[in-house]
C-alpha cells in the first residue's frame, strides 16, 4: 500500500516513524525532567507533599552564600588529578597495545574488563583491598617488609581518602579511555608514519610531533570525560566512606543527594544540581578555549 | 530496489506498532478476568470468623529476608484466619523511608506499610485512623504517630539500647560480674583489650552504628525524655556539660583509650557480627534487635548477654524504649477493612517481635527472649522516648543537622569544642530562619 506513495513521502514517514521513538523516550526521560528540576529549583518543596511554594532565587542565595557548599570541590579536585593520570596511563598502554605484540587482543580485553563492572560491585570490592587492618592492600604491603605502610588508613585519612577512592575510578575507567585512544590511533593514516620513518624519525619524536597532535580531538573528548566525571562522582564515596572521615571524602552530588534524600530539601537540591550544570559547561567552555588556541581548523 | 526498503521499513513499524498494541489489549483482557474470579470468590460466603472481610491487599515491607520464609508460615497462618482476604508482599528496594516517599510523591500507596520520616501533621494526608482496631489501651507509645486525635500508626515493636556482649570473651578476660558504673566498664575495656579482644565495636565508619550514642544516651543522662526537643529553645543546643557533650565525650573517652577497633574509619558491619560471635570483639553498644543477628552470625544464644550501658558512676543506670517502624493502612486503599485486619494480626498473632528480636508492641505481651530478660533483671528503668517535635525537625534539616555525623566529627577533631562551636552555629542561624 505503500507502493503508490511518492519517494520522498516514504522516506519522510520513515524519517518520522523512526525519530518518533528515540525522541520520545529522549524527551520524557531527559528533557522533562530537566525542566522540572528547574522549577523545583525556584520551590522549597520537601521531596513528598503536593504544595510546592514558591520561593524564587532564594534557594540560589542559600547556596552561594554558604561557603561550605562549594568546599566540597576540593574533594573532587582530587579525582581530576586522578584522571588526568588515568588519561596518561591509557595513552601509554594504546600506543603499546597498537604495536605489534604478541597477544595484544588478550591484554585488551584485560584491560577493559573493570569497566563492564557494575560500579557498586567495584566499590564493595575496594573496601575489602582498602581495610586497614585485614586488607589485602596492606597484607601485600606487610608481606613485602614495608610495614611501617602496612598500617595507613587508606580510607581514614584525611589527605589521602579521596586519592585513594580516586585510584578505584582509575583502575575501572582507564580500560575505556584506553579503547577510545586505540580507536583513533588506528584512524591515522598509516603512511604518515612511514613518511616520518623514511624520515628518520624516532619513536619519541614520531609520538610527539605525529601521534598525540592527530589525537587531539579524542584527547579533548576525554578530557571532557575526566572533568564531568571528576565532578559528578557519587557511587564510590557513597559506597566505601558515605563521606567520611567526618566529610572528609564527601563530594559535590553526595552532598545534593543528602540535602534531597536526608534533609527533605528538594527546592535547594534542585538548585544545587543547576549550579553543577552550570559549573559542567563553564569547565567544557574554558577548556575548549584553552586547548583550541593553537588553532584547529 | 530502494522503494520496496523503505516500504518493507514501514510494514514493520505497522507491524510492531500492532504487535505493540496487541500486547496492550492481551493485558487488559488479563485484568478482566481476574476482577471477575475476584468477586466470584467474594460472593461465596463461608462461616468462619473474619471471613466476611475480602480483598486483595498489598504490604511494603523492609524485612526482604523474611520473603518466602518466615512470612510464608505468616501468611498461612493469616489466611486460616481471615480466608478471603488475599496478602501480597512487595519487597522494598534499600532505602525503605526513601521508596515510601516517592510512593507518597505519586499516591500510590501500597495498603499496608509503614510510616517515612514525615510530620505526624501530614499523617490524614495519607493514612487511615487505626482507633477502631481496639487495641488503643495495649499498645505502647500509642501518642507517637498521632494527629488531631486519632492513632495513624502502631508501632510494630520496640527496642531498647545497651550493650550487646559475648559471655564467653568475657569470661576469658576474668570479667565476672556485669560492669554497674563507667569505671568498671572502662576495667572490663581494659582486661578485653590485654587478652587481645577488641572491647566495643564501634561500627564509627558507618555512621548509623552511633544512632545510640546521640539519640538515646543525651535524654539518658539528662533524665529528660523530652530533651532531644529542648534544642527548640537554645541557640546553643551542644554544650560540653549537657547531655549531647558528655554523651560523645565518652564515645571519645573509650576511642582514645583505644578500646574501640584499631582504625575506626575502616570498620566492617557484616564482619563485626561474625567477630563478636566469635570472641574477637567483645561488645556492641546497640539495640537489641542486633542479638538474634549476632546469634545467626555463628554462636549459640546463651553466649550472648545484654545489659544496660552504665553511663555514669551512679550504678543505676536507665535504659531508653525506642519504638520501631510504624505500621499504617493507607487512606486511599480499596480494603481498608482488609488492610486493618492484617496489621491487627501482625500485631496479636503473628509472633514477628519474637523473630526480630523486639520488646512486644502490646503491653500486655512478654518477650520470649533470655536477653531481655537479662537486661531487665539488673533493675534497669525503661525510659519512653517522646515525639520528635516538627519544629525541631524543621530546623534540623535546615541546619542539615546529622547528629550521627557530629558525633563522627566530635570523636575524630582534635578540639571537639570547635566542632560544637560550628554546629551550634548552625543550629541558631536555622532556628532564626525556621521561625519567622
Not at chain 1, 540560589?60 to 596511563?89: T, W
Not at chain 1, 601521534?211 to 557511587?235: C, H, R, S, W, Y
Not at chain 2, 470468590?41 to 524485612?63: C, M, P, V
Not at chain 2, 575506626?264 to 553498644?285: H, L, P, R, V
Request: charged share 20%; aromatic share 12%; proline share 5%.
Amino acid at each position: 500500500m505503500f507502493g503508490t506513495m511518492s519517494y520522498n513521502k516514504q522516506k519522510t514517514i520513515i524519517i518520522v516513524s523512526f525519530l518518533t521513538i528515540p525522541l520520545l523516550l529522549l524527551g520524557v526521560f531527559t528533557y522533562y525532567p530537566a525542566i522540572k528540576l528547574i522549577y523545583y529549583s525556584f520551590t522549597n518543596w520537601d521531596g513528598y507533599s503536593p504544595e510546592k511554594p514558591w520561593v524564587g532565587l532564594a534557594n540560589y542565595r542559600e547556596v552561594f552564600s554558604n561557603p561550605d557548599i562549594f568546599k566540597v570541590f576540593e574533594h573532587n579536585f582530587a579525582y581530576f588529578v586522578m584522571g588526568v593520570v588515568q588519561n596518561i596511563i591509557a595513552i601509554y598502554f594504546a600506543v603499546i597495545l597498537s604495536n605489534r605484540l604478541r597477544g595484544k587482543n588478550f591484554f585488551r580485553i584485560l584491560l577493559f574488563l573493570p569497566y563492564i563492572m557494575n560500579g557498586v560491585a567495584v566499590a564493595f570490592m575496594f573496601g575489602y583491598v582498602f581495610d586497614t587492618t585485614n586488607g589485602s592492600l596492606n597484607l601485600l604491603l606487610g608481606n613485602l617488609g614495608l610495614s611501617g605502610l602496612s598500617q595507613t588508613s587508606w580510607l581514614g585519612t584525611e589527605g589521602l581518602v579521596n586519592y585513594s577512592l580516586a585510584s578505584t575510578g582509575l583502575w575501572r575507567f582507564m580500560g575505556y579511555n584506553m579503547v577510545i585512544y586505540i580507536a583513533s590511533l588506528q584512524a591515522i593514516p598509516r603512511d604518515i608514519f612511514e613518511a616520518a620513518k623514511i624520515d628518520g624519525a624516532g619513536s619519541m619524536q614520531t609520538l610527539w610531533r605525529i601521534t598525540l597532535p592527530n589525537m587531539k580531538p579524542v584527547i579533548q573528548l576525554n578530557l571532557f570525560l575526566t572533568v564531568t566525571g571528576a565532578l559528578e562522582v557519587f557511587d564510590l564515596p557513597f559506597v566505601l566512606t558515605k563521606g567520611g572521615p567526618a566529610g572528609a571524602s564527601q563530594t559535590y552530588v553526595q552532598r545534593v543527594v543528602e540535602t534531597a534524600f536526608a534533609y527533605n530539601n528538594y527546592g535547594l537540591a534542585s538548585a544545587m544540581s543547576i549550579i553543577l550544570l552550570f559549573f559542567v559547561v563553564f569547565v567544557l567552555l574554558i577548556q575548549q578555549l584553552v586547548l583550541n588556541r593553537g588553532g584547529n581548523k | 530496489m530502494k522503494k520496496k526498503l523503505f516500504s518493507s521499513g514501514i510494514s514493520m513499524v505497522m507491524v510492531m506498532s500492532m504487535l505493540l498494541s496487541g500486547c496492550g489489549s492481551d493485558s487488559s483482557s488479563g485484568g478482566d478476568s481476574a476482577a471477575k474470579t475476584d468477586t466470584n470468590t467474594s460472593t461465596k460466603t463461608t462461616a468462619k470468623e473474619g471471613a466476611d472481610i475480602s480483598g486483595k491487599i498489598t504490604f511494603l515491607t523492609n524485612r526482604t529476608d523474611m520473603i518466602g520464609k518466615e512470612y510464608d508460615d505468616y501468611l498461612k497462618r493469616f489466611h486460616e484466619k481471615y480466608p478471603n482476604i488475599e496478602v501480597e508482599l512487595e519487597p522494598s528496594q534499600t532505602d525503605y523511608n526513601q521508596q515510601a516517599k516517592v510512593r507518597m510523591a505519586s499516591q500510590e500507596l501500597p495498603d499496608v506499610m509503614f510510616i517515612p520520616t514525615i510530620p505526624n501533621s501530614d499523617l490524614p494526608k495519607y493514612f487511615a485512623p487505626l482507633d477502631d482496631l481496639g487495641l488503643n489501651d495495649r499498645i505502647t507509645f500509642k501518642d507517637f504517630k498521632v494527629a488531631d486525635g486519632k492513632v495513624y500508626g502502631i508501632t510494630s515493636g520496640n527496642s531498647t539500647s545497651g550493650i550487646v556482649y559475648n559471655k564467653k570473651a568475657f569470661a576469658d578476660a576474668g570479667i565476672t560480674a556485669v560492669p554497674k558504673t563507667w569505671d568498671e566498664f572502662l576495667a572490663a575495656c581494659e582486661k578485653l583489650k590485654q587478652k587481645g579482644i577488641v572491647p566495643l565495636a564501634s561500627n564509627f565508619k558507618d555512621k548509623w552504628p552511633l544512632n545510640n550514642w546521640v539519640y538515646d544516651l543525651p535524654r539518658l543522662i539528662e533524665n529528660n525524655p523530652s530533651f532531644p526537643n529542648d534544642k527548640l529553645n537554645t541557640d546553643t543546643p551542644f554544650t560540653m556539660d549537657n547531655g549531647y557533650g558528655k554523651a560523645m565525650s565518652l564515645l571519645r573517652e573509650l576511642n582514645e583509650k583505644g578500646y574501640l577497633e584499631k582504625d575506626i574509619n575502616s570498620t566492617n558491619w557484616e564482619q563485626s557480627k561474625k567477630d563478636i560471635a566469635s570472641g574477637k570483639f567483645g561488645m556492641y553498644f546497640l539495640g537489641n534487635w542486633v542479638i538474634n543477628q549476632v546469634i545467626g552470625a555463628g554462636t549459640t544464644s546463651d553466649n550472648v548477654g545484654f545489659f544496660p550501658l552504665p553511663y555514669d558512676n551512679s550504678g543505676t543506670p536507665s535504659a531508653a524504649l525506642s519504638p520501631d517502624f510504624f505500621y499504617a493502612v493507607a487512606k486511599d486503599s480499596e480494603n481498608v477493612d482488609a488492610a486493618k485486619a492484617f496489621v491487627k494480626w501482625m500485631l496479636e498473632d503473628s509472633g514477628y517481635e519474637d523473630f526480630a528480636g523486639f520488646i512486644p508492641p502490646l503491653k500486655d505481651k512478654e518477650s520470649k527472649l533470655p536477653q531481655l530478660k537479662e537486661f531487665q533483671s539488673g533493675g534497669a528503668k525503661l525510659q519512653e522516648g517522646t515525639v520528635d517535635d516538627p519544629v525541631v525537625t524543621d530546623i534540623s534539616n535546615k541546619a542539615q543537622l546529622d547528629l550521627p555525623a557530629v558525633a563522627q566529627e566530635f570523636v575524630l577533631a582534635p578540639d571537639p569544642q570547635k566542632v560544637l562551636d560550628k554546629w551550634n552555629a548552625a543550629w541558631a542561624k536555622a532556628r532564626k530562619e525556621v521561625k519567622h
